[in-house]
C-alpha cells in the first residue's frame, strides 16, 4: 500500500514560510529558518504547501506505506536538533495522540536525548482552543486552524433547540474534526477501533436526525463521488483506516441518486483492497428526508 508524503530539500528552502500556511494539518513548522516536516504522521499528502513555495523546494514523495512508527520518527529527527524535537512533542500533544507522545517521551530519556520536556508539558496554555475540547491547544506552528485535528465528545457541545417537529432539543454527536475527507488523516487516534461512517456531502441536508440515527458513537467522513476530485487519495485514506487504524465496521449513508453509488463501491473496493474483511452497512436516504433503504451488503 503506497502512501503520499511531503519531502523537503532544506538546501533549497528559503526560509519564506509561505509552505507553513497551505499545510492544512500543522505538519510543516519553521524551525531555525528552514521548512521542517514535525509529523509525517499529520501528512495528508495532498501537496496544497507545494503551489506555495517560490523556489520549489517542497515535492511530493509516494513510498510503500508502513504503520507509523514514533520511535523511527524520532530517529530521524534526533540529528535535526532539540528544536524540531520539541514541535514534534507539542504536534502529538496538540493532536491528542498521547499514546505516541509517552512513547516518544520514554524513548528520548532512554537514548539520554537531551530535551526540555517542561517546553511540552506548559505548552498551550493560552490561545484560542474550543473550550470543552480534550487535548487541543492554540500553538504557532501554522497551517489552517479550520483543518486542525480535534477530538470531542458531545457532552462538550451545547444543546441546542430547533422548530423542526423531529425535537424540541438536540445536542450534536460529532466527535471529531474535520469531517472531509480529502482533510482526514486515516490514521488519527479518533478512527482506531472505530465504527465509521461514510457519508454523502448531501445526506445531512435532507435527513432531519442524521446525528441521532447515524452519528452517535461514531466517527464522521464526508465526501461527494461525483464533484470531488482526486478520488483515489479517497481509496487510499479508506484503505489505511482499515489497515492501520482496525476501525470495526463502516456505514456507507448515500442519496438515492444514481451519482451517489459512486460512495458504495469506493467502500467496497477499499475493503477488498485491504484485505481485511469489515462488515459494511448501506442506507439510502430519499431526497425528500426518509430513509429508502438500510441493510449489511
Known amino acids: 500500500m503506497k502512501r503520499t508524503i511531503i519531502k523537503i530539500d532544506e538546501e533549497l528552502c528559503n526560509g519564506c514560510e509561505a509552505c507553513v500556511s497551505g499545510c492544512h494539518e500543522g505538519a510543516l513548522q519553521m524551525i531555525d529558518g528552514k521548512a521542517r516536516m514535525v509529523s509525517e504522521l499529520f501528512c495528508d499528502g495532498l501537496g496544497a504547501c507545494i503551489g506555495d513555495c517560490p523556489v520549489g523546494a517542497i515535492t511530493l514523495e509516494e513510498r510503500e506505506a ?45 537514548q539520554g536525548v537531551q530535551v526540555d520536556f517542561a517546553q511540552v508539558h506548559n505548552h498551550g496554555s493560552a490561545g484560542c482552543a474550543p473550550k470543552n475540547v480534550s487535548a487541543v491547544h492554540s500553538h504557532g506552528g501554522g497551517g489552517c486552524p479550520g483543518s486542525r485535528e480535534m477530538s470531542f465528545g458531545p457532552a462538550a457541545v451545547s444543546g441546542f433547540k430547533m422548530s423542526s417537529p423531529v425535537a424540541s432539543e438536540s445536542v450534536s454527536q460529532l466527535r471529531q474534526w474535520p469531517v472531509q475527507l480529502h482533510l482526514l488523516n486515516p490514521e488519527a487516534a479518533y478512527f482506531r477501533n472505530a465504527d465509521v461512517v461514510l457519508a454523502a456531502d448531501c445526506v445531512a441536508y435532507s435527513l432531519p436526525d442524521f446525528h441521532d440515527r447515524f452519528l452517535a458513537g461514531k466517527t464522521l467522513a464526508i465526501a461527494c463521488p461525483k464533484l470531488d476530485s482526486s478520488q483515489e487519495s479517497y481509496l487510499e485514506k479508506l484503505k489505511n483506516m482499515i489497515v492501520y487504524s482496525n476501525i470495526n465496521t463502516l456505514t456507507v449513508v448515500i442519496m438515492e441518486v444514481p451519482c451517489c453509488g459512486g460512495l458504495l463501491r469506493l467502500a467496497q473496493k477499499a475493503v ?20 429508502l433503504k438500510e441493510e449489511w451488503v
Do not use: F
Open 272 to 291: 477488498a483492497e485491504a484485505g481485511r474483511k469489515i462488515p459494511v452497512k448501506l442506507a439510502v436516504v430519499g431526497v425528500k428526508g426518509d430513509i
Open 66 to 110: 508502513e504503520p507509523y512508527d514514533e520511535i523511527a520518527t524520532l530517529e530521524r529527527m534526533i540529528p535535526k536538533g532539540e528544536k524540531t524535537i520539541i514541535a514534534h512533542l507539542k504536534h502529538l500533544k496538540d493532536h491528542g495522540e498521547t499514546d505516541y507522545l509517552k512513547q516518544g517521551v520514554s524513548y528520548l530519556r532512554s
